[in-house]
């Protein structure tokens, strides 16, 4: 019975798409899964990471999603607080699919937006783009010309993705082989206090 459910439901707004359009209203993409490692590709994989650690950070009800709330304390944390239209108005400019909540994807194109530009120099998205960026009071300014030039480098690169991915494999592997060698010094140990 559940699939002639989910199909009937399907069919309903198939139908209710095409009556928008018939009377010309605009209508909104309805995402449901997205691989936001192929749609973002001018990140890395490294940034999206860190986009989404910066963005479960702030996820408090842990629901996939910011709300109107998450969105004001995000913003109260970050030192640049909002006043309720401008909260909405920050949520308006990237939510795509309507639902007053911003997702990880939508999270990203705030970042996407900021780097090519896109954002109001006085909104709430552009301030916070900036505040989440690299902060060189935080990492000094070696730790910022070390990003920067790791920034160029990525952009060089043809296949970034699969280099990162074997670094990663690699990182995995010296600390397996680390794990292995502390277990037999440790059985070496234990076996002297055996005999």
């Avoid at 970050?78 to 239209?85: E, F, I």
């Avoid at 030039?149 to 074997?166: G, R």
Wanted: glycine content about 6%.
């Amino acid at each position: 019975m559940a699939a002639t459910e989910e199909l009937s439901g399907i069919l309903m707004r198939r139908q209710a798409i095409n009556e928008k359009l018939e009377e010309g209203v605009e209508v909104k993409p309805k995402y449901k899964f997205v691989n936001v490692y192929t749609e973002f590709h001018e990140f890395s994989r490294k940034e999206i990471k860190q986009y989404e650690n910066t963005f479960n950070k702030f996820d408090e009800g842990q629901d996939g999603f910011l709300d109107l709330t998450e969105v004001k304390r995000m913003m109260e944390r970050l030192g640049a607080p909002q006043t309720h239209l401008g909260l909405k108005a920050m949520i308006n400019e990237v939510d795509e699919d309507g639902d007053n909540k911003i997702s990880f994807r939508e999270f990203l194109l705030i970042y996407r937006k900021a780097r090519a530009g896109e954002l109001e120099s006085d909104s709430g998205l552009e301030a916070f783009a900036r505040l989440t960026e690299i902060n060189v009071d935080q990492v000094g300014v070696n730790g910022a010309k070390n990003f920067f030039e790791a920034k160029i480098e990525e952009l060089a690169k043809t296949n970034k993705f699969h280099d990162e991915i074997i670094q990663e494999q690699e990182e995995k592997r010296r600390e397996a082989e680390e794990k292995a060698m502390r277990r037999q010094r440790f059985k070496e140990k234990t076996a002297v206090f055996q005999q």
